[in-house]
C-alpha cells in the first residue's frame, strides 16, 4: 500500500510540473498582428472554453495562445478603429491564417469589410483577471 501511494503522489507531482511547464512556453504575445474575423453566426448561443455561452452583442474574442479573461486591446490597421475585448474562448492555433475571431459587436466596431475580416493588431492590456 505504501508503494502504490508513493507512486500516485510522484504522479500527480510529475503531472502538475508538466502543465506548469507548458503553460510556461505557450506564453501569449504582448502584440500580434494578422488577420482577425467575426465568429459565424450559426456559433450563437454555443458554450465557449470559458464555459459562457457566446453572445455576438458582447465584446469577446476567442485566440490560440492569449488565456480566457485577459482584456486586448485590437486595432484594425486599415481604418485605425480600435475596441478592447475579454477572451473568453480558444481557437486553433492561426486557423486558416486568422489570429483571432471575434464577436459580432466587436467586428462592427472595428468596420470590418465584406465577408466579416479585416487586418489587426492586437495588444494585450492585462491578464490580472485571466483564468489561470
Request: charged share 20%; proline share 3%.
Amino acid at each position: 500500500m505504501g508503494k502504490r501511494f508513493a507512486f500516485a503522489i510522484a504522479i500527480t507531482l510529475i503531472s502538475v510540473l508538466a502543465m506548469t511547464l507548458s503553460q510556461s512556453f505557450a506564453a501569449a504575445p504582448e502584440t500580434e498582428t494578422g488577420e482577425g474575423a467575426c465568429y459565424s453566426r450559426s456559433l450563437i448561443g454555443h458554450r465557449t472554453s470559458s464555459g459562457q455561452r457566446y453572445d455576438p452583442k458582447a465584446l469577446t474574442a476567442s485566440h490560440a495562445t492569449i488565456p480566457n479573461g485577459t482584456r486586448v486591446k485590437v486595432t484594425n490597421v486599415e481604418n485605425n478603429r480600435s475596441v478592447v475585448v475579454r477572451i473568453n474562448d480558444r481557437m486553433s492555433a492561426h486557423a486558416g491564417g486568422i489570429i483571432m475571431d471575434l464577436s459580432q459587436h466587436a467586428c462592427r466596431e472595428l468596420k470590418f469589410g465584406p465577408g466579416g475580416k479585416g487586418k489587426i493588431k492586437l495588444e494585450v492590456l492585462d491578464s490580472s483577471t485571466a483564468a489561470k
